[in-house]
């Protein structure tokens, strides 16, 4: 074969392969968009030289970003949390699908840079830092990511909404203020946010979408699910981040954890729980002062509480014992809640299904005896009294001297005058003795110290305003101090300690009510 020849021939191999390259190189890059691998996000903020090295290398990103990530984590071993969340976001950058880099730089932000600082304001700025970060750009380029969802929502859940931090009490304000200014009521119009008519709607409307990333058909979806809900309190957020992870694993079937799915069914069941333990929240004035905001359970949810508990058992069978733990002491806390709170035909039913799924397990702590078949409905609630005073738990102790005068007001309206003054007067023990276990000097000390009893009485009424008869309502006007029911810039300081004197101008008068 002449020279000629064979280079022709080789010519046209090298065409063949070419046209064929060409092929499976569009096959490839199909793939890739179906996958979200093609996306390249611009390097800003680095030194020059990172940024020529990462254009000139192109495809050694890998390795650049695999000697960042080993200084960052040189640069967290000593805490120098500052230095490590520059070098993390530019690992994004680098790499925008790396899952683990978004989760520990969030993490960084929320948890150990917002703690270097003592002023709530400035936590509150890296908290929401971290939070943005995941749901502004860590899901924009892994909008089916598990993990970034489960952070997320761990992130509403525990940073946000539990009370191990000091300024948490300011992280919830600055959160209900934000979703006040979308909602403009206690419940969403959902309606009016999925099909805006006027301008202020289509604005909030759009708020929710492109700054919060939020569907207002799947939040309704998930408050008529879970709910009704309190929007304005981040465990509403957990459940709807927690979900839409769930949602997002179904477009993601090839990597997903089975653990990761059990992580966030067990946010969404915790956060029920919490939200029926503090899930109202409460806004109030006093001498023409805000107050910090205020919670009280959510007693609605109940049903739904207890069916999450039990798809859970279902579909977490390797912890269904504990599970099924958890499910019973939150039945435990709803009985006593409802009978405290005065439904007692809910408290029974749900005494009567408490004692059906676990006939043998005691209903007291510390009480093996106390088996439902040894306890009517009455005894168990009494005891729980007990229990919960001896308690440290803020919420629940709060729950309980709502109930016990919730239950003195209406043996009021209804002329149980003995009634009304024994579970008034239990109610200020039990405030008294929290007080004094936790060595609260005024309420607002610590993140876990208690509103004062006139502040939580006007809570209670303010409630019953709405849910009494209009006769019980009038009896009660006629049996109680105008100061209960005025506005509470008229009631006293709020700095005056819940005494016996403050019990006796809260209660009835002597010659209305027999001593």
Do not use: C
């Not at 064929?20 to 030194?47: H, I, N």
């Not at 016990?404 to 023990?429: C, H, I, N, P, S």
């Amino acid at each position: 074969m002449s020279g000629k020849l064979y280079k022709m021939l080789l010519g046209g191999l090298a065409g063949v392969l070419l046209v064929g390259v060409s092929f499976t190189q569009r096959e490839l890059v199909r793939e890739r968009d179906a996958l979200g691998l093609t996306r390249y996000t611009e390097l800003k903020g680095a030194p020059p030289v990172l940024m020529l090295t990462t254009v000139a290398l192109g495809g050694f990103r890998g390795l650049i970003s695999n000697a960042l990530w080993i200084r960052a984590n040189d640069l967290q071993d000593q805490d120098k949390f500052f230095e490590m969340a520059q070098l993390a976001d530019w690992i994004t950058k680098l790499e925008p699908h790396f899952t683990q880099v978004w989760l520990v730089e969030a993490w960084n932000m929320a948890y150990n840079i917002s703690v270097k600082f003592n002023d709530p304001r400035d936590r509150w700025r890296w908290v929401e830092r971290g939070i943005e970060l995941l749901r502004d750009q860590g899901l924009q380029y892994n909008p089916y990511d598990v993990l970034i969802h489960r952070e997320l929502a761990w992130f509403f859940q525990h940073k946000m909404g539990a009370n191990l931090d000091d300024a948490n009490i300011y992280y919830k304000e600055e959160w209900a203020k934000e979703m006040e200014e979308i909602f403009l009521a206690d419940k969403p119009n959902w309606d009016e946010l999925m099909n805006p008519t006027t301008e202020d709607a289509r604005r909030r409307a759009a708020l929710l979408r492109e700054k919060y990333k939020m569907d207002p058909a799947f939040m309704k979806q998930m408050d008529e699910t879970y709910g009704p809900l309190e929007w304005r309190l981040p465990e509403a957020h957990a459940i709807y981040w927690a979900a839409q992870g769930l949602e997002a694993a179904k477009k993601n079937e090839r990597k997903i954890d089975p653990n990761d799915l059990i992580t966030l069914r067990r946010v969404i069941y915790q956060s029920m729980q919490l939200s029926f333990q503090r899930g109202r929240l409460i806004r109030f004035t006093v001498n023409k002062q805000n107050r910090p905001i205020d919670f009280a359970p959510n007693l609605e949810i109940i049903p739904k509480v207890s069916a999450a508990y039990e798809q859970a058992m279902v579909e977490d069978e390797k912890n269904r014992d504990h599970i099924e733990t958890a499910h019973r002491n939150f039945l435990r806390d709803a009985v006593y809640f409802l009978y405290t709170y005065d439904r007692e035909a809910d408290a029974i039913k749900w005494y009567k299904y408490l004692a059906q799924k676990y006939p043998d397990k005691p209903l007291l702590d510390n009480a093996p005896n106390s088996l439902p078949k040894n306890l009517n409905l009455e005894d168990y609630a009494i005891a729980r009294v007990q229990d919960e005073v001896d308690s440290p738990g803020r919420d629940k102790v709060k729950g309980v001297i709502e109930g016990l005068e919730t239950k003195a007001f209406v043996g009021l309206a209804v002329g149980e005058d003995d009634q009304f003054m024994g579970y008034d007067r239990l109610a200020q023990r039990v405030l008294e003795k929290y007080n004094k276990k936790i060595g609260v000097r005024t309420v607002n000390d610590i993140r876990v110290g208690l509103p004062t009893l006139n502040e939580i009485k006007r809570e209670v009424l303010a409630r019953l305003v709405d849910e009494l008869p209009p006769e019980m309502l009038a009896q009660l006007k006629s049996r109680l101090p105008p100061s209960l029911f005025a506005p509470p810039a008229t009631s006293a300081p709020d700095n005056q300690p819940a005494t016996s004197e403050n019990a006796t101008t809260n209660a009835p008068a002597t010659e209305t009510v027999p001593p």
